[in-house]
């Protein structure tokens, strides 16, 4: 019922999807204490991780039948550094194509331990996976959609990855 209410007006899948991602990223905030990694409690606390907005997300497109995939990874941080605690974002199949999103990025960002809303959250919902690629490397290289897989290499015990284009493997 809450999918519907949120996407009341929507003729489109698409619009169903930005509907639901303006909500999330308008209402709920990051949990700086690190806790809450389930949609249900990002619902009841307003507040979660990644992978709790990820969730989110997907709950709330499965009633309306958008088809989600929560895409585990890492992260390159605004600093520069690949995030060694691992992120998540979502693949959505709408209407007759797909969209890449990412509603905690598009939420705001923490600067220490202090979370603050963007005032634009265009830019991460339907990203091209060519863009996306920069920022966001999935464990899973299919995950990346595009047409030369990107090869992550990880330096054990450093906070940064060498990336590879046209590897064979």
């Known amino acids: 019922q809450v999918a519907r209410t949120l996407t009341q007006g929507c003729t489109t899948q698409l619009q169903q999807a930005r509907a639901i991602y303006d909500w999330i990223c308008e209402n709920i905030s990051y949990d700086t ?3 809450i990694y389930t949609a249900d409690g990002c619902w009841d ?3 979660g ?3 709790a907005y990820s969730e989110l997300f997907y709950r709330l497109c499965e009633p309306l039948g958008i088809r989600c995939i ?3 990874g890492i992260a390159k941080q605004w600093t520069g550094n690949v995030s060694g605690s691992g992120h998540a974002w979502i693949y959505a199949e709408v209407d007759d194509g797909a969209i890449l999103l990412d509603p905690t990025w598009g939420a ?6 202090v979370f603050s809303f963007r005032d ?7 990203v091209d996976p060519y863009w996306m690629i920069f920022t966001h490397f999935p464990k899973e290289e299919k995950f990346q959609f595009i047409d030369n897989i990107f090869k992550i290499l990880f ?5 940064w990855c060498t990336i590879a284009s046209n590897y064979s493997g």
């Open 70 to 72: 929560i895409i585990s």
């Open 120 to 126: 634009d959250h265009d830019y991460w919902f339907q």
């Open 108 to 113: 705001g960002y923490v600067n220490g331990n």
């Open 33 to 35: 204490s690190y806790s």
């Open 49 to 51: 991780v990644c992978q």
């Open 155 to 159: 330096t054990a015990g450093k906070n």
């Open 45 to 47: 606390n307003r507040k």
